[in-house]
Protein backbone atom coordinates (compact mmCIF):
# COMPACT_ATOMS: atom_id res chain seq x y z
CA UNK A 1 0.00 0.00 0.00
CA UNK A 2 2.84 2.16 1.12
CA UNK A 3 4.94 1.63 -2.33
CA UNK A 4 1.73 2.14 -4.15
CA UNK A 5 1.14 5.86 -2.90
CA UNK A 6 4.72 6.68 -3.35
CA UNK A 7 4.47 5.30 -6.95
CA UNK A 8 1.63 7.52 -7.47
CA UNK A 9 2.94 10.29 -5.71
CA UNK A 10 5.88 10.20 -8.51
CA UNK A 11 3.85 9.82 -11.01
CA UNK A 12 1.84 12.87 -10.34
CA UNK A 13 4.70 15.12 -9.46
CA UNK A 14 6.52 14.03 -12.63
CA UNK A 15 3.48 14.78 -14.83
CA UNK A 16 2.99 17.73 -13.35
CA UNK A 17 6.91 18.62 -14.00
CA UNK A 18 6.01 17.60 -17.67
CA UNK A 19 3.54 19.78 -18.10
CA UNK A 20 4.87 22.72 -16.80
CA UNK A 21 7.54 22.84 -19.48
CA UNK A 22 4.65 23.28 -22.19
CA UNK A 23 3.94 26.55 -21.24
CA UNK A 24 7.33 27.67 -21.06
CA UNK A 25 8.95 28.81 -23.68
CA UNK A 26 12.70 29.76 -24.78
CA UNK A 27 13.12 33.36 -24.31
CA UNK A 28 16.97 33.95 -23.58
CA UNK A 29 18.86 35.38 -26.63
CA UNK A 30 22.72 34.57 -27.17
CA UNK A 31 22.79 35.95 -31.01
CA UNK A 32 22.45 39.85 -30.83
CA UNK A 33 21.64 39.73 -34.72
CA UNK A 34 17.83 39.84 -33.99
CA UNK A 35 17.52 43.01 -31.97
CA UNK A 36 15.76 45.71 -33.40
CA UNK A 37 13.74 48.86 -32.23
CA UNK A 38 10.95 48.04 -30.04
CA UNK A 39 12.71 44.74 -29.22
CA UNK A 40 12.48 44.43 -24.93
CA UNK A 41 14.64 42.60 -22.73
CA UNK A 42 16.50 42.22 -19.06
CA UNK A 43 20.34 42.17 -19.37
CA UNK A 44 22.18 40.96 -16.39
CA UNK A 45 25.77 42.27 -15.10
CA UNK A 46 27.21 45.70 -15.41
CA UNK A 47 25.79 47.71 -18.32
CA UNK A 48 27.21 51.23 -18.25
CA UNK A 49 24.27 54.08 -18.67
CA UNK A 50 24.76 57.48 -20.48
CA UNK A 51 21.53 59.79 -20.03
CA UNK A 52 22.58 61.74 -23.48
CA UNK A 53 22.85 59.41 -26.67
CA UNK A 54 26.64 61.01 -27.64
CA UNK A 55 29.28 58.00 -27.56
CA UNK A 56 31.39 59.96 -25.57
CA UNK A 57 28.73 61.29 -22.79
CA UNK A 58 29.73 60.66 -19.36
CA UNK A 59 28.52 57.86 -17.88
CA UNK A 60 25.88 58.07 -15.23
CA UNK A 61 25.12 54.94 -13.83
CA UNK A 62 26.17 51.56 -13.88
CA UNK A 63 23.69 48.64 -13.29
CA UNK A 64 24.48 46.03 -10.59
CA UNK A 65 24.95 42.34 -11.62
CA UNK A 66 21.82 41.09 -9.20
CA UNK A 67 18.58 38.45 -10.35
CA UNK A 68 16.93 41.37 -11.23
CA UNK A 69 18.56 42.63 -14.23
CA UNK A 70 17.70 45.94 -16.51
CA UNK A 71 14.61 45.70 -17.90
CA UNK A 72 14.29 47.27 -21.18
CA UNK A 73 13.19 48.56 -24.76
CA UNK A 74 15.31 49.10 -27.97
CA UNK A 75 13.82 52.57 -29.21
CA UNK A 76 17.27 52.91 -31.63
CA UNK A 77 19.75 50.01 -32.59
CA UNK A 78 22.73 52.46 -33.16
CA UNK A 79 26.19 50.96 -34.47
CA UNK A 80 28.38 47.90 -33.62
CA UNK A 81 31.77 48.83 -32.48
CA UNK A 82 34.31 47.47 -30.06
CA UNK A 83 34.72 48.92 -26.32
CA UNK A 84 37.55 47.79 -23.91
CA UNK A 85 38.34 45.17 -26.00
CA UNK A 86 34.57 43.74 -26.43
CA UNK A 87 32.74 44.05 -29.64
CA UNK A 88 29.00 45.29 -29.45
CA UNK A 89 26.23 47.08 -30.17
CA UNK A 90 25.34 50.50 -28.72
CA UNK A 91 21.51 51.10 -28.37
CA UNK A 92 19.50 53.88 -27.04
CA UNK A 93 17.17 52.48 -24.78
CA UNK A 94 14.03 52.84 -22.39
CA UNK A 95 14.04 51.43 -18.98
CA UNK A 96 10.77 49.55 -18.45
CA UNK A 97 11.18 48.95 -14.82
CA UNK A 98 12.76 50.68 -12.56
CA UNK A 99 16.57 49.23 -10.61
CA UNK A 100 19.04 50.23 -7.91
CA UNK A 101 22.41 51.19 -9.43
CA UNK A 102 25.97 50.81 -8.12
CA UNK A 103 25.64 54.33 -6.16
CA UNK A 104 22.96 53.01 -4.06
CA UNK A 105 20.40 55.23 -6.18
CA UNK A 106 17.27 54.09 -6.98
CA UNK A 107 16.54 55.06 -10.81
CA UNK A 108 12.67 54.84 -11.90
CA UNK A 109 11.38 53.45 -14.97
CA UNK A 110 10.59 55.58 -18.45
CA UNK A 111 13.91 56.99 -18.81
CA UNK A 112 16.40 56.45 -21.61
CA UNK A 113 19.63 55.77 -21.79
CA UNK A 114 22.60 55.12 -24.33
CA UNK A 115 24.14 51.46 -23.29
CA UNK A 116 26.77 49.39 -25.43
CA UNK A 117 25.58 46.12 -25.12
CA UNK A 118 28.97 43.34 -25.48
CA UNK A 119 28.05 40.54 -27.62
CA UNK A 120 28.91 37.98 -25.38
CA UNK A 121 25.89 39.59 -23.17
CA UNK A 122 23.25 36.61 -22.65
CA UNK A 123 19.43 38.51 -22.99
CA UNK A 124 16.73 37.25 -20.81
CA UNK A 125 13.00 37.52 -21.45
CA UNK A 126 13.31 38.47 -25.25
CA UNK A 127 10.48 39.94 -26.80
CA UNK A 128 10.70 41.12 -30.37
Do not use: C
Not at 52 to 58: I, L, N, T, V
Not at 73 to 86: A, C, F
Amino acid sequence: MKRKLVTLIAIFLLASLLSLSLYAKENTLQAHSRIKELSAFTILGEIDLRDEKDYSAKVKYRTLNHEGGMKVRVLEVLKSDVQNGETGKWLYVLLTAPMWVDSGEWVEKYQKFLIFLPDDTPLFDFEE
